[in-house]
């Protein structure tokens, strides 16, 4: 049985999580409304990746016994000003939920809850992707801002993003 605190700080986290994927749709749909589709594929695909994380999560605490507790979703952010302040909130978002899953993993250790800590030990992992990815966006929008065509390259590149589970069959 996991203990009643990170039952909680996983319930929280489910939430956390299904709230990112709202975030990120909504800024597809900015993407999608500025014909800028690549972008708005990339942001499709990581709502896509956040539902399977907090999944991976609800998986977790059914499979050790846990009381599940979903828990109201706010409404995200969904107007912005240009592609690099949408980049810059999807990465501050990023480091937002880094902090989370570290807490969360220290929890784990306080708690001596071996299986949290490996758990939790693949989202520190994925933490750094998720911000690595991020900040290349940004710092590429920031280095072609003004230039429409370099926005362009960028949109088509973004535009192969697969879903991770298809990225990692090939």
């Known amino acids: ?61 059914l499979d050790r016994g846990g009381d599940l507790q979903l828990q109201a979703i706010d409404e995200p952010q969904h107007s912005f000003d240009s592609p690099v302040d949408v980049m810059r909130a999807a990465l501050a978002h990023e480091r937002e939920v880094t902090k989370t899953i570290n807490e969360l993993y220290a929890l784990a250790v306080e708690k001596n809850d071996y299986p949290a800590q490996v758990l939790m030990l693949w989202f520190v992992s994925e933490q750094v992707e998720e911000e690595k990815n991020a900040g290349e966006i940004v710092d590429q929008l920031e280095f072609a801002a003004g230039s429409p065509g370099a926005l362009l390259v960028l949109d088509g590149r973004l535009a192969g993003r697969l879903f991770e589970e298809e990225a990692e069959g090939e």
């Open 1 to 61: 049985m996991v203990d009643s605190e990170v039952q909680d700080a996983i319930n929280a986290q489910i939430g956390r999580e299904f709230y990112a994927a709202y975030l990120y749709l909504g800024m597809m749909a900015y993407f999608e409304g500025q014909s800028l589709s690549g972008f708005g594929h990339w942001m499709r695909m990581q709502a896509r990746e956040e539902a399977t994380h907090a999944m991976k999560l609800v998986d977790f605490l």
